[in-house]
């Protein structure tokens, strides 16, 4: 089965990149030339026959123009009321930092919640980001150094920073060690899920 466990929830990958491809109107063929990947081999994680590595899902990225993340985007049915327990919540490593959803994908209202741990000399990426609503940043260990409207802002432990998203952010971990941080977006539009635009597939 092409299906990624993490922490016990399964994410069919297959599915979702044949649900984006039918979204965005491109066949097979175009997808392979786009991508650098056989047609067979698309054919072959759409159907769940194999599983593709993450450097196959940011070639595929790429060539969708949508971030990694979108093939392990969940479409549960939405509650007023959302419990996250450890353990049973949506996880995605990448190079040097790995997302933790908290249950907002569940949720009816416009908010964006997640854990990120950043390894030593990790980013959020090259340029800055800019999407509609609030963010909210809690850095609970560690250290980011977050960059709002190119002002510079270092947070330690137990440090919080809250800004209008519009205005272009970005952040990385300089270190010493690994930096842990609780990320909130908030009122954002209906069609945006910013923790995606976050998460480049060079983190």
């Given at each position: 089965?092409?299906?990624?466990h ?14 984006l491809?039918h ?9 392979a ?15 769940g026959?194999t599983?593709?590595?993450?450097s ?5 990225a ?14 549960p ?13 949506i ?15 569940k ?27 609030s ?17 510079i802002?270092p947070?330690k ?6 800004f209008?998203?519009c ?31 976050h ?5």
């Amino acid at each position: 089965m092409n299906a990624l466990h993490k922490n016990g929830v399964s994410v069919d990958v297959g599915a979702r990149l044949k649900a984006l491809r039918h979204d965005r109107k491109v066949s097979m063929r175009t997808l392979a030339k786009q991508s650098g990947l056989s047609a067979n081999a698309l054919s072959m994680i759409e159907r769940g026959l194999t599983s593709p590595s993450v450097s196959t899902l940011s070639k595929l990225a790429g060539a969708l123009e949508v971030p990694i993340t979108a093939f392990f985007r969940q479409l549960p049915d939405q509650k007023k009321v959302v419990l996250s327990q450890e353990g049973e919540r949506i996880q995605l490593q990448q190079i040097c930092a790995s997302w933790e959803s908290l249950g907002s994908e569940k949720f009816t209202g416009p908010i964006d919640a997640y854990k990120l741990a950043m390894d030593e000399g990790g980013s959020s990426g090259p340029y800055p980001i800019t999407h509609s609503g609030s963010e909210f940043i809690y850095v609970s260990s560690g250290q980011l150094q977050c960059v709002i409207d190119e002002q510079i802002y270092p947070l330690k432990a137990g440090d919080s920073l809250l800004f209008e998203a519009c205005l272009g952010h970005s952040w990385s971990n300089p270190g010493p060690g690994a930096a842990v941080a609780i990320i909130l977006s908030a009122a954002f539009e209906a069609d945006e899920r910013p923790a995606e635009y976050h998460l480049s597939p060079g983190s």
